[in-house]
């Protein structure tokens, strides 16, 4: 008889708390991460700046490797000024290799930034205490991914 109060006790208090729990609980909203960056024009416009510069890169090594090649043909007796050549040809690779780092890690950081302001900015409007990623939630959530998307892109 006891242990039939106990348990109804614990129960009891048990469904106090989750009541109270879910009053209290967080609001959840989602975004989709993969949809955000295909339709968000920064990023889109990053990732068509990143393959013409990319390909400039191997343009660029292209014509250094040849350079070279054609100067040990030249010179085959005096591989001094070739290997001079390649010295320095890789050197001012380096540098554009070091510049194309440079800007990209820039871009990231911006696109980041804006990404972070606009999800913060819609989870407020629609009063979202944690914004997941649409991969983690099985069901329920609030979908931010639109206003994100509206505001990232009329953010310009």
Known sequence: MTNKLIAGALGAVLATTMSVSAAFADAIGYVDFEKLMGEYDNAQSFLADSKVREAELRKLQADYVKQIEETRKANPKNPVSANQLEK?????????????????????????NNLQTAVKAAATQKQVDVVLSSQAIFEGGTDLTNEVLARLNTAQ
Do not use: F
């Not at 320095?88 to 980041?112: F, P």
């Open 88 to 112: 320095s040809l890789n050197d001012q690779l380096s540098v554009k290799v070091r510049e194309y780092r440079d800007w990209s890690t820039s871009q990231q950081k911006t696109i980041d």
